[in-house]
């Protein structure tokens, strides 16, 4: 269960940090990197959604 919560909070913060360059600067890394709305961009996207919500879930498990 460990390492399914550690890679689930470096998804959510790579997905934290992309939206804060799109709020301040308007710049979406994820689809400069991979691509606007391509299927690597929507698995990446797909990822890190998915990670927050497993991770919110352990999160509240320990408590």
Same mark, same amino acid.
């Given at each position: 269960?460990?390492?399914?919560?550690?890679?689930?909070?470096?998804?959510?913060?790579?997905?934290?940090?992309?939206? +804060?360059?799109? +709020?301040?600067?308007?710049?979406?890394?994820?689809?400069?990197?991979? +691509?606007?709305?391509?299927?690597?961009?929507?698995?990446?996207? $797909?990822?890190? +959604?998915? $990670?927050?919500?497993?991770?919110?879930?352990?999160?509240?498990?320990?408590?």
């Amino acid at each position: 269960m460990h390492i399914l919560k550690l890679i689930t909070f470096i998804l959510v913060i790579i997905g934290a940090l992309n939206w +804060g360059l799109v +709020g301040i600067f308007n710049i979406d890394l994820v689809a400069m990197i991979f +691509g606007d709305m391509t299927l690597l961009t929507r698995i990446v996207y $797909s990822l890190v +959604g998915i $990670s927050a919500i497993i991770y919110a879930a352990l999160a509240y498990k320990d408590v």
